[in-house]
């Protein structure tokens, strides 16, 4: 995902900091566009969700650079609505996209890895892994997922000099929202595309903070974000169940007007999800 966002300011900031950085998108206008004013990024033409492409990139990779030290999972899509009105479609590509290809991706690169008892895997969260709440239920437990690999596949390599790390930010000044309704922004929409929240290089710095450090790191954006994990625990767990559940309806035709807002009204007529 390194055309837009996160991941594009993550991968500016990784190659001037010296990294040889490879990124994929599945827009290949928005690749061009990223490649005219970064030519210094090698970027290609890949979805994640297809694994016959995830396995071309990789090979690719491994072919024209030799290996891969750092696999920054951020790649993903989000969902807002009630989960009665999800199509099929949209779970599994859901799915697709925030779970299976960064586990089959990271999958694909742990050998390397594991043989030179060296590299890092950044996994791309959410402050969502903390509070799952409508209209971003299927969306958060995808984020759940992300969080459970985590913390097995530390455990799996720490001893064999691979480093895991998890970034969970809440809302970025992103397209996210937008494109979580359906709506394929383009950056000709302007800044009313993007959502409220913190800056994208926030979370860009804590990718690279983390490839800075020996060890495996979680790291919320803004740091209070991992506050959030503390509703988990009783009675604070009972709490949250009561107050969402009693406002899930309103949290949903929240959730759509955050969304809409992101829409452009010159096009918002001809947009459906």
Not at 154 to 171: A, D, Y
Request: aromatic letters at 6%; charged letters at 25%; one cysteine or more.
């Amino acid at each position: 995902g390194a055309t837009a966002g996160i991941g594009r300011r993550t991968a500016e900031r990784l190659a001037d900091a010296g990294a040889t950085v490879v990124g994929c998108a599945r827009d290949e206008l928005r690749l061009q566009e990223v490649r005219t004013r970064r030519p210094d990024l090698d970027l290609r033409h890949c979805d994640v969700a297809d694994p016959d492409q995830r396995a071309d990139l990789v090979a690719g990779v491994l072919a024209d650079h030799g290996r891969i030290d750092v696999l920054v999972n951020n790649a993903g899509i989000g969902w807002e609505g009630l989960v009665e009105e999800m199509a099929e479609d949209d779970l599994e590509r859901l799915y697709a996209t925030n779970v299976l290809a960064p586990l089959d991706l990271t999958r694909r690169v742990l050998p390397g890895m594991l043989a030179r008892r060296d590299g890092d895997v950044v996994m791309m969260s959410s402050g969502a892994a903390f509070l799952s709440v409508p209209p971003l239920t299927v969306y958060c437990s995808t984020k759940y997922a992300i969080d459970g690999f985590v913390e097995g596949l530390r455990r799996e390599v720490w001893t064999r000099g691979v480093r895991v790390h998890s970034v969970n930010p809440g809302f970025v000044r992103t397209e996210w929202l937008a494109r979580s309704a359906g709506y394929q922004p383009s950056e000709a929409d302007g800044p009313h595309r993007l959502s409220r929240g913190a800056p994208p290089e926030w979370v860009a710095a804590a990718v690279h903070r983390s490839l800075t450090r020996p060890w495996s790191r979680t790291a919320s954006v803004p740091r209070w974000i991992g506050l959030g994990r503390l509703l988990a625990v009783q009675p604070l767990r009972t709490a949250v169940d009561v107050a969402v559940g009693l406002n899930a309806a309103r949290l949903a035709r929240l959730g759509r007007g955050m969304a809409a807002a992101r829409i452009p009204a010159a096009r918002a007529q001809g947009w459906q999800r």
